[in-house]
């Protein structure tokens, strides 16, 4: 099974990421904050997904995931507008960054990159 953590304080958001993943027998963790995403880290996750737009530092959370794990694919998603916020987020540390909208319209397809 696939394991995927996240970390996002948008509860409606939560639940519709965490249903396409239980669609697709990936297993999902979800973080509100750097410490609690930083120790769902163990067991290595095959994906880290971070909403740019939460409340809590996510890109100083960013920089410490790629710390511990180097090797992780990180996925940022955001408002469409904020282009620095997704070049400060490409520089902690993404993989990719994209906008919410493209995010949500290709989340079955992301989320299933993280199968075994």
Avoid: W, Y
Wanted: glycine letters at 6%.
């Amino acid at each position: 099974m696939g394991r995927i953590v996240a970390m996002m304080d948008d509860l409606f958001f939560q639940m519709k990421v965490a249903e396409t993943a239980k669609h697709l027998g990936l297993e999902l963790k979800v973080a509100t904050n750097g410490d609690a995403l930083l120790g769902l880290l163990e067991p290595v996750p095959n994906l880290v997904i971070v909403d740019l737009n939460a409340r809590s530092q996510p890109l100083a959370a960013i920089e410490r995931v790629r710390a511990a794990q180097k090797d992780l694919k990180v996925i940022g998603f955001l408002s469409h507008v904020q282009l620095e916020m997704a070049a400060q987020a490409q520089a902690a540390g993404c993989n990719e960054v994209m906008p919410r909208s493209a995010f949500t319209q290709n989340l079955a397809a992301i989320l299933s990159s993280a199968k075994d």
